[in-house]
């Protein structure tokens, strides 16, 4: 498409003369604008997707992809309705749970919210977002009566340690003669969890399901049974299943789509209009392409009237600033990727090394749920961004390609 003549003019006009130097400093503006805003659009989708695909990891990971609770306060025979989900096809693990909202104390003044789950042991130490997450004691004692798992973050709160006991207060106390009196027992902690996400780090705990059904008083039954499916994309079709296959005693089902609808759907919200408010960077970037082939082309105009004498054709001439503008395109999208990918593989440790220099907290789990900065590079994301990249400059040299190839060379010279 372009020839060895094409390419050597294009060439030398990128290298600008001293006299030249506002063209020159021009493009190289032009080629930083197009490398920022494609190394800045990788990252951001990159953490965005990193977001995503950390939060949905926690939250399924601790709480399953589908719920089956009763229509009344309990399930009865549990362990029954357990083994007819657990048949189900695409059922991974169908587990009892009890869980109520508390009011947890410390042995040294404190107090918190908290959120008590009752699960088996065995299914407890199957869960790998805690049994790889214990920082401190262990899952081997979890199982007595009076033990508790408690994540770090609320022990941190409460000024707590493994060998501390914790003190659980319900509001659904004990009716007696004397009125109310609210139900309270106190916990041997075996063990701190930290998955990584500020929500469950600050206000879960986890007690035996026979100690937790004996506290809340339930007796044998759960207040619901947890459920992962193979195909978390595919819990729909599980949950017709469920439907379909329990009809007694009466349920109802809800799924981490519809627990979880809202949260998501802002995430997903946030990543368009981040994607779409940083592109404006490439196209700022592809407007300093048009502006700077324009100027260059004003300047080179006695340069491309002896062309066309010489017998350069106005095609030749056309395709030689578009050389020139999609060389600087071409240049700047892969300063740009490599940047993007660069900064994207290494985020965490950037982010460190700045908490470090600033002596300042740039990223608080409080606020982003989550203790550190995730990133998820989608290599078709980054096809896409390199292509709009590449898309844009190409554009962008049209019109003064255009402009330069319809310069008439007598009107051209008569001016010089």
């Not at 139900?183 to 929500?199: H, K, N, P, Q, T």
């Not at 017709?240 to 799924?255: F, Q, Y």
């Not at 010489?310 to 578009?322: C, E, K, P, S």
């Amino acid at each position: 498409m372009f020839g060895p003549f094409e390419r050597l003019v294009a060439f030398r006009y990128l290298r600008a003369r001293k006299a030249e130097g506002f063209v020159s400093v021009t493009a190289g503006f032009s080629l930083a604008g197009i490398a920022l805003g494609v190394a800045t659009l990788i990252i951001v989708m990159s953490v965005m997707n990193g977001f995503r695909a950390e939060l949905l990891g926690r939250i399924l990971g601790l709480n399953g992809h589908l719920g089956v609770y009763g229509f009344g306060q309990t399930l009865p025979d549990y362990e029954s309705l357990a083994e007819r989900i657990r048949s189900l096809p695409g059922v991974r693990s169908a587990t009892p749970i009890v869980e109520g909202q508390v009011l947890g104390t410390g042995e040294r003044g404190g107090a918190a919210g908290v959120l008590a789950r009752g699960i088996a042991p065995g299914e407890l130490r199957a869960r790998t977002l805690i049994a790889s997450n214990i920082i401190a004691g262990s899952l081997a004692e979890f199982g007595a009566a009076d033990t508790i798992l408690v994540g770090s973050r609320l022990a941190n709160r409460l000024g707590l340690r493994v060998g501390d006991r914790i003190s659980l207060v319900s509001p659904q106390g004990q009716v007696t003669v004397f009125g109310t009196v609210p139900r309270i027992a106190s916990y041997r902690i075996v063990g701190l969890f930290e998955v990584g996400m500020y929500e469950y780090d600050n206000s879960y705990v986890f007690l035996p399901l026979a100690a937790a059904q004996a506290y809340f008083g339930t007796g044998d039954t759960a207040t619901q049974i947890e459920v992962f499916v193979a195909d978390p994309d595919r819990v729909r079709e599980v949950s017709r299943a469920i439907r379909s296959a329990i009809t007694d005693p009466p349920i109802r089902i809800l799924d981490w789509q519809q627990s979880n609808s809202a949260f998501f759907a802002a995430v997903e919200v946030e990543r368009n209009v981040m994607f779409l408010i940083l592109t404006l960077i490439i196209i700022v970037a592809a407007f300093n392409i048009v502006s700077s082939l324009v100027m260059l082309v004003k300047d080179k105009g006695r340069d491309i009237a002896i062309l066309r004498t010489m017998g350069a054709t106005r095609g030749a001439v056309m395709r030689i600033f578009l050389m020139c503008g999609a060389s600087i395109g071409v240049l700047g999208t892969s300063v740009g990727v490599a940047l993007g990918l660069l900064f994207a593989a290494n985020l965490e440790s950037i982010r460190q090394w700045l908490q470090g220099l600033t002596g300042q907290e740039l990223f608080q789990a409080e606020i982003y749920f989550l203790s550190r900065l995730p990133s998820v590079v989608d290599p078709w994301e980054v096809v896409q961004v390199a292509a709009m990249g590449l898309g844009l400059s190409l554009l962008a040299t049209l019109y003064p390609s255009f402009r330069a190839a319809r310069l008439d060379p007598v009107e051209a010279l008569r001016r010089e």
